[in-house]
């Protein structure tokens, strides 16, 4: 067995475990009851015939369908709560985006940190990664955490851990993605927070993510259009991360990294409701890892603190300019 570094191993292993002990039990017993029956009905005469006829237990057959299918079950129930909790970050978890490419892993830590081939996490804390890939499909594998997931060219896709010992870990590539596929590997590097504290402040980022793609709103002219207090040909992005936007054709989507991605690549797609499509498509001029730090400054722009809605029943809460 892998040695076991992250919250959910122990979780994992036990499942694993139970599924071979079950699975050996059963072989074992068939295989066993093969070979008494073998023995116990052997032809003992050349001319021997059954002396009663055979008759159907209608309980054991009952019994041989009913009692797997209980067990089957009861395993997918076990492995789908197990597989729900893994795939789902908790909401403090901190976000570190990976991007693959043939054939390196790049990571951006929240301060704006790249780093090549490595993954720096402190222990005890969850660890959310938000992965996508420059060319074709890997998978981030690191079996000591039991984490594996697809890094899909032109979408997002996430996992999480939370890394119980510090220490290097192998992180590989799992998905078949060409010639150099086989070194396509790094190390995830479990500090303690201080450590990882003093490693973040030397990693040699002058500025964060956040920052780093203010820049960048800028450079691109996103900010000629976007007027942060919402005057102007589009809507303003303050606030927007984790809103229910409404669209031009009916539905309402999740401002969440995925729809902030595609309006960038392909803002015809999805039209705010109320604005004309005007916006163009930056499908081409931004590298993957630009439009990372676009929406880690998109999300850190929130929205002023809401003043508190009365709890009392009846009461709607006022409108900002005072009127009734
Ligand atoms: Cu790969």
């Known amino acids: 067995m892998q040695q076991t570094a992250s919250s959910f191993g122990g979780q994992w292993n036990l499942l694993f475990a139970s599924e071979f002990a079950l699975s050996a039990a059963i072989a074992l017993g068939v295989f066993g009851l ?44 076990w492995g789908a709560i197990l597989y729900f909790r893994m795939s789902t970050p908790p909401r403090d978890a901190e976000t570190i985006y990976i991007v693959g490419r043939q054939w390196m892993w790049k990571a951006q830590q929240p301060n704006g940190a790249w780093e090549n081939d490595e993954l720096h ?86 500025s964060s993510a956040a920052a780093i793609g203010q820049r960048l709103f800028h450079d691109y002219g996103c900010i000629n259009c976007h007027n942060p207090d919402g005057h ?60 990372l730090d676009l929406i880690a400054y998109i999300k850190s722009q929130k929205n002023p603190e809401q003043p508190p809605i009365s709890k009392t029943p009846g009461t709607l809460p006022n409108r900002s300019d005072g009127s009734p």
């Open 34 to 77: 093969i070979g008494f029956f073998c023995y116990r009905y052997r032809r003992r005469s050349p001319f021997e015939v059954p002396t009663r006829p055979l008759r159907r237990n209608v309980f054991m057959e009952g019994g041989w369908i009913v009692i797997p299918t209980i067990l089957a079950l009861a395993f997918f129930v």
């Open 121 to 206: 996490v402190p222990v005890g804390q969850p660890v959310r990664l938000l992965m996508t890939s420059e060319d074709v499909i890997h998978s981030f594998y690191v079996p000591a955490f039991r984490v594996k997931e697809d890094v899909l060219p032109g979408r997002y896709t996430q996992t999480w851990f939370n890394a119980t010992t510090p220490g290097r870990y192998i992180l590989e590539c799992s998905e078949y993605c060409g010639v150099y596929h086989s070194q396509m590997r790094g190390r995830v590097i479990v500090m303690e927070p201080k450590a990882y504290a003093a490693w973040l402040g030397t990693a040699g980022s002058e």
């Open 232 to 291: 102007g040909p589009a809507p303003s992005l303050v606030g927007l991360y984790g809103t229910e936007v409404r669209l031009e054709n009916g539905q309402t989507v999740t401002a969440d990294e995925s729809y902030i991605r595609q309006s960038i690549l392909d803002p015809a797609s999805q039209v705010v409701y109320g604005f004309r499509p005007i916006m163009p498509s930056f499908n081409g001029k931004i590298s993957e890892e630009q439009i």
